[in-house]
């Protein structure tokens, strides 16, 4: 018996998409999805969102001719079918893996990546550049943006929109509303109208009428616009997006391809301005376990295909995440001017936690970082206690708001700093590499990275108690070291840091969750005849400066690590020791921060040695000060 080659294995590009039937497209979205989840059960990752998009994927790329049409998706965390499309369906199952394919959009990997993402509501920005650079160029291809509904709430998606509207620019941009539901009901009148409305008989004769009320007085060409602009709104919606600018086709189902090529076909002809077409996805579709999950399988570790029961290792300790919600929701019982922000991460963050136990009190903003942050500084001017818990590379997008609206008015807004250093499989781009150094910089700042997750307990509470200017504290994704936790946590003295181990030859000053392999490195350099002093500096703002002054006078070596860029910690420790003259005693001082250069995805640990963060990479460093060699010591000792 003959048995049909499977259509996904017929396509290595969408080329070869584009010359299938369309009634093919059905049988190919049940392959696309089903390759999908195969593959996401072997690496984890985003799974719900790109479920959600399947025939939304192969429907542009069958009408649309990427890559020479510039195909923009937002975030990036739905485009795994999308790489399954486009070339890169054998390495589909390396994703988020080290030396894999990212888990997310990336101009290096594929010509069918114009735009790399991660962070959300760029897209319409990008296409418009790119819109702009066609038309200077006197090009023709199509640029089309794919944004969520999510994705809407933040600011920049619609100042995009504003100055697209206001351009003119020929753009089109897809809104996938699948979770907001901020749609009318979607069937068949909605369908036909959608495709009536982006069809070129209506456009044509749309346009002649603009033309014909240029003629008439600016009174009556105004009254014609908004007759034709409410009329159509009445049946189809979209009035905001008119506004902006944007001609609406929608609300369409954005899983019946007899709904979505018409449409797509339409819009692709068209030859006027910038174009939204609204789409109704549902996350997680055609995967039961996802479709029944609150969060639709957004984002999962490794699972059984059949049950949909996902790997879960035993902690050894708490999360940081969870340690840090857990602290905040006990200071809170005790302290009613206590509140959260958090930016359409609560899950993340841990203060669906604090949510949970004080609903009144716990705020989220949607994806919109800015206004965080500067809705955090209205509360504390009115004397409550805001923390902000925001991950250290989305709180890069409301830095100016950070110095502006908190740092120069020396308002007491806490921000909570997670996923602080290397983050393993969602790569550089959520990487919190920065913050240290854009934080010390400020005046007035307090700024803490906390060890262990008792030392995190102890920075909440540091936090809380400080009423007279901004603060934050940072620490990593993933559990903690398993210390014992104190039972009622007393704040820190601030800019005091401490001793953790004594030794007299070399000084290891660490900043932030590295002190474990400082502790490691110490007890090698231990064996080799080097006792070593371990400090936690707690602080990099303010220093601890009559400790930093005592390890460089008593030790030979000083070594700061952090996990963080350079510009941080350590180039305020080296400042200080240059403006105390303590440099002049021949220290030998090095500085070990990550490299500069972003690290791709890997497992932590791995990321580390290569950032050469790590225990080994800590004792070859003192050798290298030192001027001696390494490995021939270590084997005289052998």
Not at 236 to 244: C, D, K, P, Q, V
Not at 379 to 402: C, E, N, W
């Amino acid at each position: 018996m003959k048995v049909d080659t499977p259509l996904l294995d017929k396509i290595d590009s969408p080329a070869d998409l584009r010359q299938m039937d369309d009634a093919d497209l059905p049988q190919l979205a049940d392959e696309l999805r089903h390759e999908t989840v195969s593959a996401v059960s072997v690496t984890g990752g985003h799974l719900g969102a790109g479920l959600g998009v399947v025939e939304l994927t192969l429907a542009i790329h069958k009408v649309f001719d990427t890559p020479d049409d510039k195909l923009i998706w937002d975030v990036g965390h739905q485009c795994y079918p999308h790489k399954i499309l486009t070339g890169r369906r054998d390495r589909i199952r390396t994703l988020r893996q080290g030396g894999g394919l990212s888990g997310f959009t990336k101009r290096a990997e594929s010509e069918y990546d114009p735009f790399g993402a991660a962070h959300s509501s760029t897209s319409i920005s990008a296409g418009l550049g790119m819109a702009v650079a066609r038309d200077l160029s006197g090009s023709d291809n199509n640029v089309v943006c794919v944004i969520g509904d999510g994705a809407m709430s933040a600011g920049m998606a619609y100042e995009a929109m504003n100055n697209a509207g206001a351009m003119d620019s020929r753009l089109i941009v897809i809104l996938n509303d699948n979770d907001m539901s901020i749609a009318p009901p979607v069937g068949a009148m909605s369908a036909y109208l959608a495709r009536l409305l982006s069809g070129g008989t209506y456009r044509h004769i749309r346009n002649w009428a603009k033309q014909l009320a240029k003629r008439l007085p600016k009174s009556w060409e105004r009254r014609a616009a908004r007759a034709e602009e409410y009329t159509r709104s009445f049946w189809s919606g979209g009035t905001l997006f008119e506004e902006l600018g944007f001609y609406y086709v929608g609300p369409i189902d954005g899983h019946n391809f007899d709904h979505l090529l018409p449409v797509l076909r339409n819009v692709k002809d068209a030859q006027e301005g910038p174009i939204l077409v609204h789409v109704v996805t549902q996350k997680g579709k055609g995967y039961a376990p996802a479709e029944e999950s609150d969060d639709k399988y957004h984002g999962v570790a490794r699972f059984d295909v059949v049950t949909g029961t996902q790997e879960k290792a035993k902690p050894n300790a708490p999360s940081y995440t969870k340690v840090f919600a857990n602290a905040l929701c006990k200071l809170a019982e005790k302290d009613d001017r206590i509140v959260a922000v958090t930016a359409a991460m609560p899950g993340g963050t841990g203060l669906d936690v604090f949510g949970d136990a004080n609903p009144d009190r716990c705020f989220d903003v949607g994806i919109a970082e800015q206004h965080g942050v500067t809705f955090a500084a209205g509360l504390a001017t009115q004397g409550y206690k805001p923390f902000a818990a925001i991950y250290s590379t989305f709180l890069q997008r409301a830095y100016d708001q950070v110095v502006h609206d908190v740092a120069i008015q020396g308002l007491p807004v806490r921000f909570a700093i997670d996923r602080a250093g290397l983050v393993g499989a969602d790569g550089p781009t959520h990487a919190g590499a920065f913050d240290v150094a854009y934080l010390a910089c400020l005046p007035g700042f307090v700024v803490m990275a906390a060890a262990d997750e008792a030392e995190l307990v102890r920075m909440v509470a540091t936090a809380a108690a400080i009423d007279d200017r901004p603060s934050a504290f940072r620490y990593p994704r993933g559990e903690g070291v398993g210390v014992e936790m104190p039972e009622h946590p007393e704040p820190l003295e601030i800019g005091k840091g401490r001793i953790v181990r004594e030794g007299s030859a070399v000084a290891l000053l660490s900043f932030g969750a590295r002190l474990q392999e400082c502790l490691t490195a110490a007890d090698k350099l231990a064996a080799q005849g080097l006792p070593t002093t371990v400090a936690d500096a707690r602080f990099a703002k303010p220093l601890d400066g009559e400790l930093i002054a005592q390890l460089a006078r008593d030790h030979e070596v000083l070594i700061t690590i952090e996990e963080g860029s350079v510009g941080g910690f350590g180039s305020h420790v080296l400042k200080l020791l240059a403006d105390e003259a303590l440099l002049e005693s021949g220290l030998k001082v090095r500085s070990m921060v990550l490299p500069d250069v972003f690290i791709d995805q890997d497992k932590p640990a791995a990321m580390y040695a290569q950032a050469r963060l790590d225990a080994d990479s800590i004792v070859a460093r003192v050798f290298s000060a030192l001027g001696r060699d390494q490995a021939a010591e270590t084997g005289e000792r052998a």
